[in-house]
Nanobody, 123 residues
Framework: QVQLRESGPGLVKPSQTLSLTCTVS??????????WSWIRQPPGKGLEWIGA???????YNNPTLMSRTSMSGDTSKNQFFLYLSSVTPEDTAMYYC???????????????WGEGTLVTVSS
C-alpha cells in the first residue's frame, strides 16, 4: 500500500520560504524508476507541476519556478521536501506530492498522490 502525505505550515509570510514535507510509506523513495514530485493548484486554477526528486537524487524543475525551488530527500525517514523561496500571495495553493512512475521507456504517470495541503501566503 503506497501512501503519500504532505505536511508543513499552512501559513507563510510573503518573502519567506515555503517548506513542505512528503512522507512516503509502502515504497522506498530510492526505488528505481520512481520520481517524487510536487504539484500545486492555486484556487480556481489548474494544476502546475513544480518539480521532482528522482530515486537517484537528481532533481527536475519547472523552468518557471526553478529559480525559487529546492528539493531534497531523507532516505532514512522516507521523506522528501520542497522549499519554495521568496513567496508571494500568488503562491497560495493546494500543494500535492505524488509519485511518478517512469520505466525509462514508458511514462506511466503519477499513480499515487497525497491528499494535498493548503498553503496560504499572507501577512
Amino acid at each position: 500500500q503506497v501512501q503519500l502525505r504532505e505536511s508543513g505550515p499552512g501559513l507563510v509570510k510573503p518573502s519567506q520560504t515555503l517548506s513542505l514535507t512528503c512522507t512516503v510509506s509502502g515504497v522506498s523513495i530510492t526505488t528505481s524508476n520512481f520520481y517524487w514530485s510536487w504539484i500545486r493548484q492555486p484556487p480556481g486554477k489548474g494544476l502546475e507541476w513544480i518539480g521532482a526528486l528522482a530515486y537517484s537524487g537528481s532533481t527536475y524543475n519547472n523552468p518557471t519556478l526553478m529559480s525559487r525551488t529546492s528539493m531534497s530527500g531523507d532516505t532514512s525517514k522516507n521523506q522528501f521536501f520542497l522549499y519554495l523561496s521568496s513567496v508571494t500571495p500568488e503562491d497560495t495553493a493546494m500543494y500535492y506530492c505524488a509519485r511518478v512512475s517512469y520505466s525509462g521507456t514508458y511514462y506511466y504517470g503519477m499513480d499515487y498522490w497525497g491528499e494535498g495541503t493548503l498553503v496560504t501566503v499572507s501577512s
